[in-house]
């Protein structure tokens, strides 16, 4: 019963692939700016995950600390990935990335 328990490194690798497989699926697949950047968000997740896990089993605190790095470049990429998609939204009315393929002035 105490195998049932426990939650090993094996299991937090496995949850960081799903995360990082649906993100780099959400990036391939669609074609709105929005859920190719909550694609982006969930690869970033899934890195903190593997830092963080790594960093646990391992008794550092060096993936702690790329942790909370990665925590900050992940909202600063969303703000800033949103200002531009906003931006794109003014100059084209659509959100469409494959519908965007000039660049304005």
Do not use: C, P, Q, W
């Not at 094996?10 to 697949?29: Q, R």
């Not at 929005?34 to 982006?40: A, C, D, E, T, Y």
Request: no cysteine.
């Amino acid at each position: 019963m105490d195998f049932f328990n426990t939650i090993g490194l094996n299991h937090y690798l496995v949850i960081s692939a799903i995360l990082f497989g649906l993100g780099l699926f959400a990036i391939v697949t669609r074609k709105n700016a929005i859920v190719v950047l909550m694609g982006v968000e969930l690869i970033l997740n899934a890195a903190n995950i593997n830092l963080l896990a790594f960093s646990k089993y391992n008794g550092g605190m060096e993936g702690v600390m790329f942790g909370l790095f990665v925590i900050v470049l992940a909202a600063a990429e969303a703000a800033i990935a949103l200002a531009i998609v906003i931006n794109i939204y003014k100059t084209f009315n659509t959100v469409d990335v494959s519908s965007i393929d000039s660049l304005k002035e």
